[in-house]
Nanobody, 126 residues
Framework: VQLVESGGGLVQAGGSLSLSCVAS????????MGWFRQAPGKEREFVAA????????YYVDSVKGRFTISRDSAKNTVYLQMNSLKPEDTAVYYC????????????????????WGQGTLVTVSS
């Protein structure tokens, strides 16, 4: 499975960005797609995930109400719409795939995912 993220860039605080992640290669009947981010000097952290079959979404508390994860099955693409951005949202954002049927308590951890994209940089200026 190949994952390619795009949409990162520089934005002022309070602004918006939309990230995309296109999946290609091996396909699965169901899977969990997640977005993670890694700021300089920090560990990679969970941002959001979506159950591809049901569309149910999951978020870390710090982005609830500001970020929205969605998917387009026809395009094999997952999106992360980011609004009301803050300087602390600055990071490299990665998408990841776990070929699982159900979301579990492990999915906010990097260990749950088998495939990763190369990341896209989001910089939020104050």
């Amino acid at each position: 499975v190949q994952l390619v993220e795009s949409g990162g860039g520089l934005v002022q605080a309070g602004g918006s960005l939309s990230l995309s992640c296109v999946a290609s290669g091996r396909t699965f009947s169901s899977y969990i797609m997640g977005w993670f981010r890694q700021a300089p000097g920090k560990e990679r952290e969970f941002v959001a995930a979506i159950n591809w079959s049901s569309g149910r979404a999951y978020y870390v508390d710090s982005v609830k109400g500001r970020f929205t994860i969605s998917r387009d099955s026809a395009k094999n693409t997952v999106y992360l719409q980011m609004n009301s951005l803050k300087p602390e949202d600055t990071a490299v954002y990665y998408c990841a795939v776990d070929p699982s049927l159900y979301y579990s308590t492990s999915h906010p951890t990097t260990a749950a995912y088998d495939y990763w994209g190369q990341g896209t940089l989001v910089t939020v200026s104050s």
